[in-house]
């Protein structure tokens, strides 16, 4: 269960299973820790699906460093190893953002909050590449913390950082309909911590979601 034969890894449960990987809980030394491995794809040549495994893990390690120096709140690298595929984490309390909208113990200025963690995030040029409500903890005292950095890229194109922004919109639209005015709450809350000197700006972005979305309304 999650490799026992990990170093230093206790296993407890497994989380998750999804297409891209497999989640298990337990502990790293005595810390509550989370361990995440990158599953096969039968459908790619196996050279492919190393390279491609190898690159995106590489690239979430790069951007779990990156942010550790920053007021952005994401889990702790424990441990990683690239050409095995996995990496653990320290464990997030909470829960995710769409529990806690599901359950009624969030409101609308929590999506405003999270989208002022996301341009916050834009701004150290990073962009998330799966931002739903899943990918976000809440604690109890209203902390926002970002998980599964899996699809992200560092020093994105705009195009990027409007995708991210559609992909909320789409989970926002899909899971947490009843939420009035989510989508305009969270722009407001991207706008609203945007700063004057770093390029694409807020509103540079916010337009090229606008585009994103338009074209996806024209073809659908």
């Not at 096969?40 to 995106?56: A, E, I, M």
């Not at 690298?77 to 953002?97: A, K, M, P, Q, Y």
Request: with cysteine.
């Amino acid at each position: 269960m999650g490799d026992e034969s990990v170093p230093l890894w206790k296993p407890s449960k497994m989380i998750h299973q999804g297409a891209e990987a497999t989640v298990f809980s337990g502990y790293w030394m005595g810390e509550k820790a989370i361990f995440k491995k990158r599953n096969h794809r039968s459908y790619r040549h196996p050279d492919l699906d190393r390279r491609l495994t190898r690159q995106r893990l590489s690239v979430e390690v790069r951007v779990l460093r990156k942010l550790h120096s920053t007021t952005v709140s994401s889990p702790s690298l424990f441990d990683v190893d690239i050409d095995e595929g996995w990496i653990i984490l320290s464990e997030v309390e909470g829960v995710t953002l769409y529990e806690s909208l599901l359950n009624g113990e969030s409101n609308i200025e929590q999506i405003k909050k999270f989208g002022g963690l996301i341009r916050q995030l834009h701004e150290l040029g990073i962009s998330h590449g799966d931002l739903t409500t899943h990918n976000v903890m809440i604690n109890d005292e209203g902390e926002l913390t970002l998980i599964d950095f899996g699809l992200s890229k560092i020093s994105p194109e705009i195009e990027h950082l409007g995708l991210d922004l559609q992909v909320l919109h789409e989970c926002l639209n899909a899971s947490h309909y009843e939420e009035n005015s989510a989508i305009e709450s969270m722009i407001d809350g991207y706008l609203s911590n945007s700063s004057d000197n770093i390029a694409p700006s807020g509103p540079d972005v916010i337009e090229r979601f606008n585009s994103i979305r338009g074209r996806v309304r024209y073809h659908a």
